[in-house]
């Protein structure tokens, strides 16, 4: 709040209690730092005391893991790629960390009210989405350590070295937070619980149709046209360079890349629900 | 009695707010939602220090206006300007000044109050020492004891209610608005409010709009009531200027029969201000009950009619809406449940 504007400030208030109380106003906007980091906060703290919502997050992965592992290596193995652990297990945390995100929740406050009173404090509107996504990308961090855990027991080791554990991390959970944009969006769109459910369908195709099973060489027919158009083959592709190859600047550009574009198409649609359900207020 | 608004502010004060400018102060104010009209043409001023009660039954557009004036809705079309800065445009301003708990309880049920209240003091930027004695303040002065470490799922609805008023409070709000408060609530609950209410208005000099379907409630509070009836204030004034516009007395008679013809029979007496059919009862305003009941029951006789009960009694605002309105605010109106 610009302090020349305060009326406290160029009216002398008259000698009451009532004008003295005015005068001390303290309330002011926090900014949008200090807003991000409060709604990150709550944020980070209901899904400590509700991990129910997290828990398909961590089964999920390891269920992926364990058949495809289970199920394939040995097809793999003939097929030439020798280490089908170390292949799978950038599946295994795009499916731990894909679809993670406060829209749930942030359906519930808008049926509770609770957004409401939110909206009428100086709040940063900007704040009520990037402080939800900050809160996102602690829990999709925070979801890689059991894939990490699952994978150092199935023997797999990083080509990359300690540096490149959390490259892994930095990509799934850059790639985790990218993807919240749709549940945002719809659930501000829709403001329905149901709704942003079905936003996980989105996450099947583009988990399916692309390198998830064998490699891009052994992709025929459709399948490797669309795997190519597939933002998922160079997610997987840039995590499993970390994990087998060292470090390759091609790859992990092209995973990034891909990260950035659905990023801004997802990011982009939550913010334009966000302008939507703030229009006409 | 009519609505009779002063002047909008002049644009040299258009952007500054100033402590003397009227707490609230609307003028047109309309909202639409596509081709229904919730709020008409809302003119309203409620000057600083008043408790304004705004009755209306449910659909009114009480909400609606409210919802305008804490810039929670952009109005349609019109101006407000509240704590001195325009709905529309000092929208931050408006919401550094103005509390408001809506119709139900806004709560996070995942968090504790305590907590609820700390995200709302950091929101509005309270320094840390302010905010804590601020929130001490609220726990003790809302009741809410050793439950306010306790998540609010655990609370009762009057728990979540008072806590829910305290989170509107914690900025020290100029003009707080209060969206039905005690809808729900049982009878010491809603004495709790009321206290809280007087309180803040004598001890802290705020400003309250309390919107209400309760008469019982505006009378007890509000230095003004409005009435809000189709998306207009209808009428405006002290709750007893209000009753005697209605008259000195009320005569309320129960027939059973043809209630037209009886209608018809007590308006044309000279000595009945006014008359409304209401279900089975004649509500009457008269100058003097005593001496009208006679002539009422008189011109009633030969009607193919019975009377069942014919009572006199001090006009109340259920009366000033009903003579307003045409119809009566409600069976609940007036009760304390």
Known sequence: MNASLDPAIVMPAPATDVADRLSRREARRAGLLRDLIVVARRAVRQVVREPA??????????????????????????????????????????????????ANALVTDIATGYFERLLLTPVNRLALLLGLMVADLVVVAALCLPVLVL??????????????????????????VAYTGFPYAIALRTGSAAAVASSFILFFPLLFLTTAFVPKAALSGWLATVSDLNPMTYVLAALRS??????????????????????TISITLAFLALRGRLAGR | MSVSPPSLAPASRARLG???????????????????????????TVERGEIYGFLGPNGAGKSTSVRMLCTLLRPTSGHARVAGF???????????????????????????????????????????????????????????????????????GGMRRRLDLALALVHEPEVIFLDEPTTGLDPVSRRQVWTEVRRLNEHDGVTIFLTTQYLEEADALAGRVGIISGGQLVVEGTPDELKRSVGRDVVVVTIDGEMAAAHEALRALDIVEHCEAVGDELVAAVASGPAAVPRIASALDGLPLTIREISVRRPSLDDVFLEVTGARLGASAGAVR
């Open chain 2, 86 to 156: 325009d709905v529309v445009h000092d929208t931050t301003q408006v919401r550094l000044r103005v509390g408001v708990a809506l119709q139900e309880a806004a709560l996070d049920a995942g968090q504790s109050g305590r907590e609820l209240l700390e995200l709302q003091a950091r929101l509005f930027a309270l320094p840390g020492s302010l905010a804590r004695r601020r929130i001490a303040e609220l726990i003790e002065l809302v009741d809410l004891g050793d439950a306010i470490d306790r998540r609010v799922g655990t609370y009762s």
């Open chain 1, 242 to 263: 970390i994990v087998s190859d060292g470090w390759q600047a091609g790859p992990l550009l092209q995973g990034v890349a891909a990260i950035g574009i659905v990023g």
């Open chain 1, 151 to 176: 994978g150092a027991l199935a023997g797999v080791s990083f080509a990359t070295g300690p540096a490149g554990i959390l490259a892994f991390v930095a990509v799934a959970a850059a790639w985790g």
């Open chain 2, 18 to 44: 100033t402590h003397t400018s009227p707490a609230i102060e609307a003028r047109g104010l309309r909202r639409t939602f596509g081709p229904t009209v919730a709020v008409e043409a809302l003119d309203l």
């Open chain 1, 53 to 102: 919502a997290i828990i398909p997050a961590l089964v999920i992965p390891v269920f992926f893991f364990v058949v495809n592992v289970g199920a394939l290596q040995k097809l793999a193995g003939a097929a030439g790629t020798t280490d089908y652990a170390a292949f799978q297990l950038p599946v295994a945390v795009i499916s731990a960390v894909t679809g993670v995100s406060r």
